[in-house]
């Protein structure tokens, strides 16, 4: 029974270390959309580890089965993914989320620069935040993936590949899914460059604008004159 109360105290901890992530992460996100109409995160989800899948990785880690133990061994017990449009914007939102004065970053596993053997693509920044609670202040650690969506579509449809073969996938089918990485990575390059072409063709245009012809001067007046009535 006490175990049961401590383990979901434990739970709770993680749980208030996403929401607190989740918000960093939105406000961003609502700053992109209102101040610079472009949000470079696409999406975010998020998820607890099941206990279920707690046990499983502590015992595939040789972990002892107690709360400590299973804190110190397992970094994913909160996890967080965003989705960004360009490789590039990966490495911005990292930027940004990790210069935060109360975000500690532990560890950086860039599977974006050095992929996994299968064709594994992600930015994995495990960190810690404050939670602030009643009685104490807790350093929360959670798993934060960062990848681009032909990055997310790969790892979605590989996972559920795994799964479905209990993790013995056959070895023509992982030839084909370390294929379909590079595909995916193609893609990601060649959309990433005609937004930047795109981008560049737009602020060309802006300059090679006519610049907007001066107001006569006494329509100048005249609404001065206005104003100045009216307040
Ligand atoms: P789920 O269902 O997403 O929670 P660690 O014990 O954490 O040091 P681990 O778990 O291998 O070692 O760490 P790593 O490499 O950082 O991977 C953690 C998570 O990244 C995985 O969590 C997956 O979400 C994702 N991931 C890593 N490698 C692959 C891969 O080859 N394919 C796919 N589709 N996802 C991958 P979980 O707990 O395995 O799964």
């Not at 175990?3 to 989740?22: D, K, P």
């Not at 406000?27 to 899948?53: A, C, G, M, N, W």
């Not at 790892?155 to 209990?166: D, F, M, R, V």
Request: charge should be negative; aromatic fraction near 8%; hydrophobic fraction near 40%.
């Amino acid at each position: 029974m006490r175990f049961r109360a401590e383990f979901t105290r434990f739970m709770m901890s993680y749980q208030f270390g996403i929401a607190e992530l989740m918000t960093k992460i939105n406000i961003l996100k609502d700053e992109f959309t209102h101040i610079h109409h472009y949000s470079p995160i696409e999406h975010v989800t998020s998820r607890l580890k099941s206990p279920q899948s707690l046990l499983q990785k502590a015992q595939r880690k040789d972990s002892p089965i107690t709360l400590d133990d299973i804190r110190k061994n397992i970094v994913d017990i909160a996890g967080v993914r965003i989705t960004c449009s360009f490789i590039k914007d990966t490495y911005r939102i990292a930027d940004m989320l990790t210069n935060q004065s109360d975000v500690t970053v532990t560890e950086i596993r860039d599977y974006i620069a050095n992929p996994k053997p299968n064709g594994y693509k992600s930015l994995h920044i495990l960190l810690e935040l404050p939670v602030f609670m009643s009685d104490r202040v807790e350093q929360v650690p959670i798993e934060l993936q960062i990848r681009t969506i032909a990055m997310d579509f790969w790892a979605s449809l590989e996972h559920k590949i795994y799964y479905k073969y209990g993790g013995e996938v056959p070895a023509g089918l992982t030839d084909e899914l370390t294929e379909a990485a590079e595909v995916a990575n193609r893609l990601d390059v060649k959309m990433e460059r005609l937004h930047e072409e795109i981008t560049q063709a737009k602020v060309e245009s802006q300059l090679d604008a006519p610049p907007l012809l001066p107001l006569p001067i006494e329509l100048l007046e005249s609404l001065a004159q206005r104003y100045r009535e009216t307040s």
